[in-house]
């Protein structure tokens, strides 16, 4: 690596100039990059950051020439120059030519955001990993699957002799990522492109992930582009930061220059964004205390969720008071969906109560309900789901999608019906002239307003709010979180929020219920438990979340909780896909 | 695995009683049985077949016995000794005839299976592979052309063109100098080329849509991330789309098999008898008009038998290609 003769000046890697990269649409031209530059020096990390639909993944795709069809590089020039001192213009090559199909995979690798659908459900690992080697390499099939076990093994996988034929859904997520990483890797390639490697993962997964990639960059020497959207993660790896908004290049510089003296507004916003989850948020602070004394609203005893052999909730109790956000935070697995699910009674618990206060005083128990009374209910205990594009049907306009709670219950038709509608949407910052649209027509931001708007139609008392701000954008998460803040106290609702963002919990809640493996480890004030928890596994998993400061880059404080029990954890596969 | 079969063998056994039986039932329901049938087909040629007659023939056939009797008489042949009982109308053993017909629909069903999927998959990948162009929009065009198109129509005018324009012999699977005589090299080149035409009215309208299938698959499969993440490594074009988009987009494919199999008996009625082609859907319409019971109750049976292994041996298959299927 070092035996290039410090002569002439060197040539960056990857030098991108005014990279122009369109998608011809019926309305006209889209230009998903524009007039992009930038460089990669060898061996070191930029970070190209942004929001959705900021042209950062189509700018790792322009790079190998594999953009999603119609999309096109209309002009500029990607210079590749390798250490024997060839250089080529990636933008020159056609998609399909051998040249460029040499430089994919040997010069330049990438691994993406889905590392189960990334992989073919239907060839096995090893095949994967081998047929880049046998392509590139020009190995036997011996040479290769011997090379494809070592390369496993240096991704960290155990048993890699056993591993290489199993399936990429026979690993767990951060299995299948290593894998991933490991097939990139094959052929030693002087960059590797990772696009959002991490956004799937759990906050622990991701820190050995990033671990694992910091290591083989280093010794390997090759440089990495990689792509996120997490300013923490930008904070903790980067060497030099491309913010892009829009398709342009907003601010671009190293990273200490970026995070300590930010020049664009919009760079100052996505840093100030993640800077204010590390504190409560100002309307929550304003607020007056809670009345701790009031009876509780709602109060799990003991409740137990098996399905088969799998404890998904185990010995479960907490309580939730009126008005009070209550936010149950875990990684995935542990638990926190099914506890949302079981609380609105989706399932039948196995064992266990669900004691419910209903207006008039009186005390249900939502583990036995049935029929009418079960229905009655569930009126007042709503959910807003995650995934702000699969939970509204796009055969209904956004009339029907927020009517039909009233319609369905009987409670308005017609012209009162639309009334409501339109008040709804209102109360949720939306335009009521845009109810006779499909949901299609909306970004996911109003997408989610309007499952808040269908959440709040039959005024419940209690919202299950499932991850309701994990698909979106940081600059819309706020405005979502804050939405909810304020229909919290015009409505006097009571919240369950579930996330896997400390962050999020942090900003919004109240108290705070940790889960792991089905089991409450820990509950406790917000503010205590997101900054001083007790539990030895609330500790880990704050000390896996990427600090957003460049000069805390100290990986040594992170540790992964291990539980002290002699329960042994299953082999290759623990089910810790995310959603 | 092992045990999944053997569970699912032991299944068809009440499954085949249970359908035989019906279909017995079935058979039987229509007032009258086949000498009645047999009587008044005599009668419209004039002649007059007195009761005693009638009475004996009935006798002969054991028509006179409770259906019970009749079914377990049968099934117990059937079980005993392999006799499916005797045709009333053709006086044969009905698994002579049945084998006999059995053979050539094979042919021919294998025949238009292979030219078929020979046709539409590629067709199929390509059309999906450069959707929009103007090969996908005559691809299209043709396979609306194929559904749309009846096939009695479609053989009725190639027999037409086939009989007038180039003077062949048209209508059945063998010329007349062949028809009953016993297999050679020249009886096979003789079936050879009759075969095509057939083949081909089979295969234009199964073709049509089986491109529209694959073509919706292969759409389907084609932005998944694997496809981009074997792109990134620089495979070819075209050997990562044979080895990813395609492996997945053909496997739906093989659940078809559990009807491709009893089709072969009972499907392209019209088509066999346009044609005059000597296959087994023929003769199970003219058995089933004839009441002719043990002919009909065969042919009900193996379609079954055929359903039932169908499914079986495309369950095994999916599980054999598909890792997911297998393994969780």
């Known amino acids: 690596m070092s035996d290039i003769v410090p002569m002439t000046p060197r040539k960056p890697l990857l030098d991108v100039r005014n990279l122009v990269t369109q998608f011809p649409l019926r309305t006209g031209i889209f230009k998903a990059v524009d007039n992009l530059s930038f460089t990669i020096e060898a061996g070191k990390t930029l970070c190209v950051v942004g929001e959705s639909g900021s042209g950062k993944s189509v700018t790792a795709r322009s790079i190998l020439q594999i953009i999603d069809s119609p999309g096109e590089i209309a002009s500029g020039s990607i210079m590749l120059n390798t250490a024997d001192g060839l250089s080529v213009d990636l933008a020159k090559l056609h998609p399909r030519s051998k040249a460029i199909r040499n430089i994919r995979g040997r010069d330049i690798a990438m691994i993406f955001q889905e590392p189960m659908s990334s992989l073919s459900p239907v060839h096995t690992v090893g095949d994967q990993i081998t047929e880049v080697l046998r392509l590139h390499m020009k190995m036997t099939k011996a040479e290769a699957r011997n090379e494809a076990i070592s390369l496993l093994r240096q991704v960290e996988i155990p048993n890699p002799e056993q591993a290489i034929d199993r399936y990429a859904f026979q690993y767990s997520g951060g299995m299948r990522q290593r894998a991933m990483i490991a097939m990139a890797l094959a052929c030693r390639p002087k960059l590797l492109i990772a696009d959002e490697p991490t956004t799937a993962l759990d906050v622990t997964t991701q820190a050995e992930i990033l671990d694992l990639i910091a290591r083989l960059q280093k010794s390997f020497g090759m440089a990495v582009l990689f792509i996120t959207h997490d300013m923490g993660v930008v904070a903790q790896i980067a060497d030099d930061v491309l913010v892009m908004h829009h398709g342009v290049a907003k601010e671009y510089g190293p990273v200490e220059q970026i995070f300590h003296a930010p020049q664009d507004p919009y760079t100052r916003m996505l840093i100030g964004s993640v800077l204010k989850l590390e504190q409560k948020a100002e309307i929550r602070l304003a607020r007056p205390p809670l009345d701790t004394s009031a009876k509780p609203i709602l109060e799990v005893r003991n409740l137990s969720q098996h399905f088969g052999t799998l404890k998904a909730l185990d010995d479960v109790s907490i309580s939730l008071l009126p008005g009070e956000t209550l936010g149950i935070v875990g990684e995935s697995g542990s638990g926190k969906t099914t506890m949302g699910r079981a609380i609105m009674r989706l399932y039948d618990p196995t064992a266990g109560e669900m004691l419910y206060r209903k207006a008039d005083g009186s005390v249900v128990d939502l583990a036995r309900l049935e029929g009418a009374a079960l229905k009655e209910a569930r009126r007042e205990l709503r959910m807003v789901f995650q995934d702000p594009f699969g939970s ?53 931001g109003q997408r989610q307003r309007i499952g808040i708007a269908r959440a709040i139609t039959l005024k419940p008392r209690i919202i299950v709010a499932d991850e309701a701000t994990s698909a979106l954008d940081v600059s819309v998460r706020f405005q979502v979180l804050d939405l909810l803040m304020k229909l919290q106290d015009e409505l006097q609702l009571a919240y369950i929020f579930i996330s896997h963002d400390i962050g999020v919990i942090r900003y919004m809640c109240d108290r705070v219920g940790v889960m792991y493996r089905g089991k409450l480890v820990e509950v406790g004030e917000a503010e205590k438990v997101c900054n001083a928890p007790d539990h030895p596994y609330t500790q880990a998993l704050l000390s896996a979340i990427p600090r957003p400061d460049p000069r805390d880059r100290d990986r040594s404080r992170r540790f992964r909780y291990t539980e002290p029990a002699t329960i042994s954890s299953s082999p290759i596969k623990n089910g810790s896909s995310a959603r | ?53 009638a009475a004996s023939l009935r006798e002969r056939f054991g028509l006179g016995d409770p259906l019970m009797i009749q079914y377990f008489k049968w099934i117990w042949g059937i079980l005993s000794r392999g006799d499916f009982g005797i045709s009333f109308e053709w006086q044969q053993p009905v698994s002579g005839l049945i084998w006999e017909r059995m053979a050539l629909t094979l042919v021919l069903a294998v025949a238009s299976l292979i030219a078929t999927w020979a046709i539409a998959l590629p067709i199929g990948v390509y059309s999906a592979v450069r959707k929009y162009s103007i090969g996908d929009y005559m691809f299209t065009a043709f396979s609306f052309f194929g559904l749309s198109v009846p096939s009695f129509l479609l053989a009725l005018v190639l027999m037409y063109v086939a009989a007038v324009q ?79 988009p395609m492996r997945i987009a053909l496997n739906p494919f093989i659940s078809t098999i559990a009807w491709l199999l009893p089709n072969l008996i009972s499907g392209s009625v019209v088509v066999a008898i346009v044609l005059n082609l000597p296959t087994a859907a023929p003769l199970l319409l003219q058995a089933l008009m004839a009441q002719d019971m043990y002919l009909a109750g065969a042919f009900v049976l193996l379609i079954c038998a055929l359903t039932l292994i169908g499914s079986l041996i495309s369950d095994i298959l999916l599980a054999l290609v598909d890792p997911r299927i297998r393994l969780e």
């Open chain 2, 1 to 53: 695995m092992l045990k999944f079969i053997a569970k699912r063998l032991l299944w068809m056994i009440p499954s085949l009683f249970a359908v035989s039986f019906l279909a017995f039932v079935l058979i039987q329901l229509p007032p009258g049985d086949y000498v009645t049938t047999y009587i008044a087909t005599l009668a419209a040629s004039n002649e007059i077949v007195d009761q005693n007659t």
């Open chain 1, 392 to 444: 509204l049907n796009p055969r209904m306009t956004v009339a029907q999608v927020i009517g039909e709670p009233l319609l369905v219950n009987g409670i308005a038709r017609g012209k009162e019906l639309d009334e409501r509608v339109c008040h709804l949407m209102e109360q949720v910052g939306l335009d009521p002239r845009g109810r006779e649209r499909y949901p299609h027509a909306f970004s996911g």
């Open chain 2, 166 to 244: 180039f003077g062949q012999n048209v209508g059945g699977l063998f010329s007349p100098e062949y028809e009953t005589a016993s297999w050679s090299i020249a009886k096979m080149f003789d079936l050879m080329t009759h075969l095509w035409l057939p083949v081909i009215i089979l295969a234009v309208s199964s073709t049509a849509s089986l491109i529209r299938v694959m073509r919706a698959n292969m759409l389907d499969e084609l932005p998944k991330p694997y496809v981009t993440t074997a792109r990134a490594k620089g495979l070819s074009e075209f050997r990562l789309l044979i080895k990813y």
